[in-house]
């Protein structure tokens, strides 16, 4: 990895890192409550959609301070849906990155309870910033919601669970990906160059970017899940197949799926270009999330 995004990287997690424990210092509430929220967050991940987040409003803006509130509830409600994602009526998975899914570290009700509410507490963090206008909460936690619901998110995991056992077109997983994965980037991507000011030519092509580098990350999870290390992903190698799930390589072969996967990496490049961004970092972290290896 290039050294300038990998400092960039190490940097942002940490800070984030430190916003989300000032948060949580303050909050009071059931102790078992917060254990197990905080648990889920300090799992460690890349903080991906955060850095996103912060990389977009530095294409136009400079102080990433007024985003922060923005990123840390991104990143709570993306920790709520990998433990709701994990119990047993959903995936059914013992470990996420290398340590116990948080229902078998506490249990199904806590495990529950901590990911509804991580869910609600994001919203009240942007509602509480005090850098923010008025105009600006009612925006980001408009976007923010539609992201992660039944028109987002939520509605995305629906798709893909009933698109299990079964045979899907690509453009059929497409609208999957673009839901269940795509759209908290795509909120990553618009609130960082909203909040920076950015035109509306400038956030119309950046959220047609983000649409594709919703997509480049599906692909190579899905490649990852055939071809990865089980020491490097935290979790088994195969268990999209062993859950009958339907994936890229399945529906393309391996090479077909990283041939789609360099389709979008063009398209995401050339709508960089158009949003006046292609000097960025944002290029950079394309590329990374087209190569990553966990």
Not at 79 to 98: C, E, K, V
Not at 145 to 160: F, N
């Amino acid at each position: 990895m290039h050294k300038r995004l990998q400092a960039y990287l190490e940097y942002y997690r940490q800070e984030l890192q430190k916003a989300y424990a000032a948060y949580f210092d303050k909050l009071q509430i059931p102790s078992n409550l917060k254990e197990s929220m905080l648990y889920s967050l300090d799992a460690g991940g890349k903080r991906l959609r955060p850095i996103l987040l912060f990389a977009s409003y530095e294409v136009y803006g400079q102080d990433v301070q007024k985003t922060m509130s923005s990123a840390v509830a991104l990143e709570m409600i993306h920790t709520y849906s990998l433990i709701h994602d994990d119990l047993p009526a959903m995936d059914d998975d013992n470990y996420r990155r290398g340590m116990l899914t948080n229902h078998k570290q506490f249990d199904e009700a806590t495990a529950i309870l901590a990911g509804d509410a991580l869910l609600t507490y994001s919203f009240e963090l942007i509602l509480n910033d005090p850098l923010l206008s008025s105009e600006e909460k009612v925006i980001l936690t408009k976007e923010l919601a539609a992201c992660s619901g039944p028109k987002g998110m939520v509605g995305g995991q629906i798709l893909d669970m009933e698109a299990e056992k079964q045979s899907v077109s690509l453009e059929a997983m497409e609208e999957i990906h673009a839901l269940k994965t795509g759209e908290l980037i795509r909120f990553a991507i618009f609130a960082g160059a909203f909040l920076a000011n950015a035109s509306d030519d400038q956030l119309h092509y950046l959220e047609k970017y983000a649409y594709y580098l919703g997509l480049i990350f599906q692909v190579q999870d899905d490649i990852l899940d055939v071809s990865g290390e089980e020491e490097k992903l935290g979790k088994p190698v195969g268990s999209d197949e062993q859950n009958e799930k339907s994936t890229y390589p399945k529906l393309l072969g391996l090479d077909g799926a990283i041939k789609q996967k360099e389709i979008y990496v063009q398209k995401a490049y050339e709508n960089l270009k158009l949003a006046d961004a292609e000097d960025s970092l944002l290029k950079a972290l394309t590329d990374y999330f087209s190569e990553r290896d966990h």
